[in-house]
């Protein structure tokens, strides 16, 4: 029903930036919970930011490691969300995913994966030291 494909994944220095971009298939704005996930090497996949946006109010959620660095976003317009990634640190290595589900109303946990009921394939994020 809802398609997620990731993009904007690469390899980058300690310190650099990264901006990711998830295309879906049709309007995922007010009434959808908005998510991006990553799973490093040998770690579970955890919650990295949320957005969701009904009646003109907008809820956002940062993990505390990505806070003050990462900005999520979207476009209804262009049906994108958007992972801006600034001081990427080598810690930060891995799958990308971003994550999708239509919610009546806001959710206590929304960096849970078990929240979300549309993924995207991935796209991986390498940073070097």
């Known amino acids: 029903q809802v398609q997620l494909v990731e993009s904007g994944g690469g390899s980058v220095q300690a310190g650099g930036s990264l901006t990711l971009s998830c295309a879906t298939s049709?309007?995922?704005?007010?009434?959808?919970?908005m998510g991006w996930f990553r799973q490093g090497p040998g770690k579970e996949r955890e919650g990295v930011a949320s957005?969701?946006?009904?009646?003109?109010?907008?809820?956002?959620n940062y993990a505390a490691a990505v806070k003050g660095r990462f900005t999520i976003s979207q476009d209804n317009a262009k049906n994108t969300l958007y992972l801006q990634m600034n001081s990427l640190k080598p810690e930060d290595t891995a799958m990308f995913y971003c994550?999708?589900?239509?919610?009546?109303?806001?959710?206590?946990?929304?960096?849970?994966?078990?929240?979300?009921?549309?993924w995207g394939q991935g796209t991986q994020v390498t940073v070097s030291s």
């Open positions: 049709g309007y995922t704005g007010s009434g959808y919970l």
């Open positions: 994550a999708a589900a239509k919610s009546p109303s806001p959710v206590p946990n929304p960096l849970d994966s078990r929240q979300y009921n549309y």
């Open positions: 957005i969701y946006v009904v009646g003109g109010v907008t809820l956002v």
